[in-house]
């Protein structure tokens, strides 16, 4: 068994402390791959609300066909310690929406190869609601234009020396409405957005 030490940023709790907290794929991945490591960061995580997206839920489950091996992942991802969000369509619709203006943003500022549809939708997830955060070991497919790193986790593999690390990324409104604002100008048109509705 890979033993693994965790490695947090400084406040990291008062960071987390009452924020929905959204868990990116490759970070469940590890929780769920790892008991020592998920026990060693519940307590930090704990104070804020672990959420799952359906759409990483989704992510997560896809691939796996052995029966045993699927159980085990779905009792994981739908224990009680997380939480799924809303996911009505009225919800899904202003997520979407967020998610193609995310892209258009992203490909004005440089950003032409190929960020995910399901990391869209996440990142418009995270548009809808202000007390969001997540937490992603693909920091490169939430960029800095729109996002903000508050604090980082690291796990160190102590078998090889290997460190993996998840940045906790928060999206900033005012980063989003200068890049919209840019965005439009080349468009000249303006976009109807759905911000914290």
Same mark, same amino acid.
């Given at each position: 068994?890979?033993?693994?030490?965790?490695?947090?940023?400084?406040?990291?709790?008062?960071?987390? #402390?009452?924020?929905?907290?959204?868990? &990116?794929?490759?970070?469940? *991945?590890? %929780?769920?791959? $790892?008991?020592? +490591?998920?026990?060693?960061?519940?307590?930090?995580?704990?104070?804020?609300?672990?959420?799952?997206?359906?759409?990483?839920?989704?992510?997560?489950?896809?691939?796996?066909?052995?029966?045993?091996?699927?159980?085990?992942?779905?009792?994981?991802?739908?224990?009680?310690?997380?939480?799924?969000?809303?996911?009505?369509?009225?919800?899904?619709?202003?997520?979407?929406?967020?998610?193609?203006?995310?892209?258009?943003?992203?490909?004005?500022?440089?950003? #032409?190869?190929?960020?995910?549809?399901? &990391?869209?939708?996440?990142? *418009?997830? %995270?548009?809808? $609601?202000?007390? +969001?955060?997540?937490?992603?070991?693909?920091?490169?497919?939430?960029?800095?234009?729109?996002?903000?790193?508050?604090?980082?986790?690291?796990?160190?593999?102590?078998?090889?020396?290997?460190?993996?690390?998840?940045?906790?990324?928060?999206?900033?409104?005012?980063?989003?409405?200068?890049?919209?604002?840019?965005?439009?100008?080349?468009?000249?048109?303006?976009?109807?957005?759905?911000?914290?509705?």
């Amino acid at each position: 068994m890979e033993q693994r030490e965790v490695f947090v940023s400084d406040g990291i709790r008062s960071v987390l #402390k009452g924020r929905y907290i959204y868990l &990116d794929n490759d970070f469940l *991945g590890v %929780l769920y791959g $790892n008991k020592e +490591t998920f026990s060693g960061l519940f307590p930090i995580l704990s104070v804020g609300v672990l959420m799952i997206d359906p759409f990483t839920k989704f992510e997560f489950l896809r691939d796996i066909f052995l029966p045993n091996e699927r159980v085990y992942m779905e009792n994981f991802v739908d224990s009680s310690i997380f939480t799924e969000p809303p996911n009505h369509n009225d919800v899904f619709q202003k997520i979407q929406i967020n998610g193609m203006i995310l892209s258009r943003i992203y490909s004005h500022q440089g950003r #032409k190869n190929g960020i995910s549809t399901v &990391d869209l939708l996440l990142a *418009g997830r %995270l548009m809808y $609601n202000n007390n +969001t955060l997540l937490i992603t070991g693909n920091k490169k497919d939430f960029p800095s234009c729109v996002f903000n790193i508050l604090g980082v986790i690291n796990i160190e593999n102590k078998n090889n020396g290997s460190l993996q690390s998840f940045s906790i990324l928060e999206f900033d409104v005012e980063k989003f409405n200068v890049c919209n604002g840019e965005l439009n100008k080349v468009l000249n048109k303006k976009e109807t957005v759905t911000l914290n509705d």
